[in-house]
Nanobody, 123 residues
Framework: QLQASGGGLVQAGGSLRLSCAAS????????IGWSRQAPGKEREFVAA????????NYAESVKGRFTISRDNAKNTVYLQMNSLKSEDTAVYYC??????????????????WGQGTLVTVSS
């Protein structure tokens, strides 16, 4: 089971850190991705990290501003979001990929999804 948290209201230029916590002993074997969906828009994967943390990918829209990391001892993946823009406003979801070795940015790679957390960036 995955649970995203850390969303909230922030001014443009500010920062937030999202967390994706998971239960179960198999967390270390999963790759984790973060996606977002804004009202009226398609879901967009923004970052992903392999089970070991050795592979990381970012969408072009967030490169240089967002950082994904994981702490397998805490069964948690983080998404540090800096220099936030109004277009980053969305519900953010984390998802788990059972294959574990990749860091895919496509929804079809993911097997388990958590509930989202809302990020609102005011301009």
């Amino acid at each position: 089971q995955l649970q995203a948290s850390g969303g909230g209201l922030v001014q443009a230029g500010g920062s937030l850190r999202l967390s994706c916590a998971a239960s179960g002993r198999t967390f270390n074997s999963y790759a984790i991705g973060w996606s977002r969906q804004a009202p009226g828009k398609e879901r967009e994967f923004v970052a992903a990290i392999s089970r070991s943390g050795g592979r990381i990918n970012y969408a072009e829209s967030v490169k240089g501003r967002f950082t994904i990391s994981r702490d397998n001892a805490k069964n948690t993946v983080y998404l540090q979001m800096n220099s936030l823009k109004s277009e980053d406003t969305a519900v953010y979801y984390c998802a788990a990929d059972r294959t574990g070795w990749g860091a895919a940015l496509t929804a079809s790679n993911y097997d388990y999804w958590g509930q989202g957390t809302l990020v609102t960036v005011s301009s």
